[in-house]
Every structure is written in C-alpha cells, then in structure tokens.
C-alpha cells in the first residue's frame, strides 16, 4: 500500500493552515502544532526543513515564525513530499539504474514505473490552494485515471 509518511502529512498540514491563514503573516510552529495536535517539536524539524528547500521562509524575532515562500496556488503536494521524503517509488525495481536479477524476464518494472509517474503527476497537480480550498469549492481531478495492463 502506497502510503505517505507521517513527515509528510504534517508537512502538507502546515502549509495548508499557512494558506489559510495569510492575514497571520509569520506563523510560529507552536500555533500550528496546537491547532492540529501534532508535536510541536517533529513540526518544527520539518518546518525548517521546508524552509531548507525554500518552500517557507522565517522570520526570527517575537512575531517571528514561518510563511510560504510562493503563493500556495504555485506550491504542489508533490514538492512538499519531496522536500520531506524524497523521492518515492512504488517498488523498489523503480529505483534508478541498479537492476535486479529479474530484469531480462521482468514484465511489470515498466507499467509499474508508469504507475509511479501518474500518481507524482497527480501530486503535481495538486497544490495547496487546492488543499485550502473549502471541500465544495474543489474540483475532483479525475483525468489522470490509471489504466495498467499486466
């Protein structure tokens, strides 16, 4: 089962509350941490590490606290996975270049890599306005659908 990391999930939360919330300005970790009930300390590691990736900017000082670092419509989920995650695969045969002993009979490497890019293609199209946006507002992306013969 393809599942994102906890990382990654608080990662996403976070951006969204920062695209909910512009009139704030400068958030502080703490404040998301609370409203979403996620240890504050995890959320700042990777709160800094987004900023790292220059997803988010600081600001130090007593308002100080994070901000996106683009408009949330320019941010896709895919990047923030990314930036927390690096790059994910749905198996390990996917895995760049090193080739296990299956390869010269291996009939699924290839639709499976082409699952893999659909699904970072979704996340690409997803951006966190997107998340932000009330449920009624959002529109289903359902033109990437996923059509594998095996």
């Not at 994102?4 to 300005?25: R, S, V």
């Not at 699904?119 to 359902?142: F, H, M, Y």
Request: with cysteine; hydrophobic share 45%; charged share 25%.
């Amino acid at each position: 089962m393809l599942k994102l990391t906890k990382k990654a999930d608080y990662g996403l939360i976070a951006l969204k509350y920062l695209a909910e919330h512009p009139e704030k300005g400068a958030v502080s970790a703490k404040d998301v941490a609370d409203a979403y009930g996620i240890p504050a300390q995890l959320l700042a590691k990777i709160l800094q590490t987004l900023t790292k990736k220059a997803l988010l900017r600081s600001h130090a000082g007593m308002n100080g606290g994070y901000a996106l670092a683009r408009s949330a419509s320019e941010i896709s989920a895919f990047e923030v996975i990314l930036a927390i995650d690096g790059p994910f695969f749905i198996t390990s045969c996917t895995k760049g270049a090193k080739a296990c002993d299956l390869t010269p009979s291996c009939t699924i490497k290839e639709p499976l890599a082409r699952v893999n890019e659909t699904i970072a293609g979704v996340l690409r199209s997803i951006s966190i306005q997107d998340l932000a946006e009330p449920a009624p507002a959002r529109e289903v992306k359902t033109d990437r659908l996923i059509s594998l013969t095996l």
